[in-house]
């Protein structure tokens, strides 16, 4: 099987890259276009919960800006987090 474009961005592995195509979200330019706030509430919706927002907010933004997840200050990752609704 071919590994998933995906899988080749900083922080995206095999379950989360499976998870995006799930929801048709399957290179890195469906990932751009969308944004990593909505990819991350239409995950969420996809699974019936809330998914954790350092596996899977912060680290489709560190995806899409060539970032490990954890290198997000904590203004930019409030910032992310009110951009994904989960904050005020």
């Known amino acids: 099987m071919k590994q998933?474009?995906?899988t080749q961005l900083r922080n995206i592995g095999k379950t989360v890259a499976e998870r995006l195509t799930?929801?048709?979200i399957k290179t890195?330019?469906?990932l751009a276009k969308i944004g990593s706030a909505t990819a991350y509430q239409m995950l969420s919706s996809d699974a019936g919960q809330r998914l954790p927002v350092c596996y899977y907010l912060y680290s489709l933004e560190g995806a899409l800006q060539d970032r490990h997840w954890?290198?997000?200050s904590e203004e930019e990752k409030y910032q992310l987090r009110v951009a994904a609704g989960l904050a005020s």
């Open 4 to 6: 998933s474009e995906l």
């Open 70 to 72: 954890d290198d997000f």
């Open 22 to 24: 799930s929801i048709n």
């Open 28 to 30: 890195p330019d469906d």
